[in-house]
T-cell receptor, first 113, second 116 residues
Framework: KAGVTQTPRYLIKTRGQQVTLSCSPI?????VSWYQQTPGQGLQFLFEYFSETQRNKGNFPGRFSGRQFSNSRSEMNVSTLELGDSALYLC????????????FGDGTRLSIL | AQSVAQPEDQVNVAEGNPLTVKCTYSVSGNPYLFWYVQYPNRGLQFLLKYITGDNLVKGSYGFEAEFNKSQTSFHLKKPSALVSDSALYFC??????????????FGKGTRLSVIA
């Protein structure tokens, strides 16, 4: 069974640009969550989607947005990139957003120049 | 608000010795607790979870954790450490309610180094 797939693995952007990251969950998983991981702040929750509906949202500015498609694939978008957006962005999927463990992809490493 | 504390940034242990990685939590309600491990340039791998029932839970790769409600702790343990256990370990918590589940909240992580 294929794991969570995140594309691209690495991305370099400049300030002011926008970026879209993609996540394909494990087959059958309908819940997808996104996290930002930085050395200073650790793992911070961005959003959680279940059946195309945003169920939870973290404390990030409106420049960060996401969506989930009918096939459970998810994308997140960051507009007007800032240097501080440089991070590893992790996607995780589970059957549902409750007591099931989340399974993580290997992330997208975003570097802002 | 829920929170997780991992009081040690770094834990060093000799190969073959027992290891403990500490985690305490703060929630309103019943916690669902998880441990994950992260190797360099990889995502997080699920190790084990506590939902309800027996306070001692066993997980992958010989790891186990003990849920202690009175001390609000969920320490990760392994009887005999391997060099390959060297990695970054995260404790996480969420609360599941009828009104909606809280997001998964992670601790800052503890770097475990097992020395041969």
């Amino acid at each position: 069974k294929a794991g969570v797939t995140q594309t691209p693995r690495y991305l370099i952007k400049t300030r002011g640009q926008q970026v879209t990251l993609s996540c394909s969950p494990i087959s059958g998983h309908r819940s997808v969550s996104w996290y930002q991981q930085t050395p200073g702040q650790g793992l911070q929750f961005l959003f959680e989607y279940f059946s195309e509906t945003q169920r939870n949202k973290g404390n990030f500015p409106g420049r960060f947005s996401g969506r989930q498609f009918s096939n459970s694939r998810s994308e997140m978008n960051v507009s007007t990139l800032e240097l501080g957006d440089s991070a590893l962005y992790l996607c995780a999927s589970s059957f549902n957003p409750s007591n099931q463990p989340q399974h993580f992809g290997d992330g997208t490493r975003l570097s802002i120049l | 608000a829920q929170s997780v504390a991992q009081p040690e940034d770094q834990v060093n242990v000799a190969e073959g010795n027992p290891l403990t990685v500490k985690c305490t939590y703060s929630v309103s309600g019943n916690p669902y607790l998880f441990w994950y491990v992260q190797y360099p340039n990889r995502g997080l791998q699920f190790l084990l979870k506590y939902i309800t029932g027996d306070n001692l839970v066993k997980g992958s790769y010989g790891f186990e954790a003990e849920f202690n409600k009175s001390q609000t702790s969920f320490h990760l343990k392994k009887p005999s450490a391997l060099v390959s256990d060297s990695a970054l370990y995260f404790c996480a918590v969420r609360v599941v309610r009828n009104s909606g589940n809280t997001p998964l909240v992670f601790g800052k992580g503890t770097r475990l180094s097992v020395i041969a």
